[in-house]
């Protein structure tokens, strides 16, 4: 297999609410080298429970732990990560949200993108990030 699927799910489970049916993965590996997590969240991912409800701060401490633990799973980690994208739904929670970010980050110097969007997928999540990273020889 070229590519390891970190946590597959279908969407049908995450969101039932909706009416969605897509494989997705929390990650890929790519033929070894590179990890791909899809936007995180501050989910419980064994439950996909919502948490932190109105806390930009408490969200992104929770995502950043998630982003963490998938690299781990993945044989990478926080240091390793070359590419961020944080997504929030107010210009306002911009400096709780990197505030709790660089925390995770010191010292790692990652690319970075932000972007204020409408909504994301739940109503809860104020903020999202994605991350590329690689997986050291």
């Known amino acids: 297999m070229i590519h390891q699927r970190l ?8 969101y039932p609410e909706q009416n969605l049916d897509n494989d997705l993965s929390q990650g890929v590996v790519a033929k070894g080298t590179l990890v791909f997590l899809r936007g995180q969240v501050s989910q419980d991912l064994q ?3 919502c948490l932190h409800i109105g806390d930009p701060a408490a969200q992104t401490d929770k995502t950043m732990a998630n982003i963490k633990m998938l690299l781990e799973e993945a044989g990478s980690h926080l240091d390793h990560i070359c590419r ?7 210009i306002r929670y911009r400096e709780a949200v990197y505030q709790a ?14 972007l204020v969007v409408n909504a994301f997928a ?8 994605e991350v590329t990273a690689v997986i050291p020889d």
């Open 122 to 129: 739940r109503p809860e999540w104020l903020v999202e990030i």
């Open 7 to 14: 946590r597959p799910f279908n969407t049908r489970d995450t």
């Open 84 to 90: 961020i994208v944080v997504y929030v739904t107010d």
């Open 47 to 49: 439950t996909r429970e």
């Open 101 to 114: 970010m660089g925390k995770w980050l010191k010292g790692v110097h990652p690319c970075s993108t932000g």
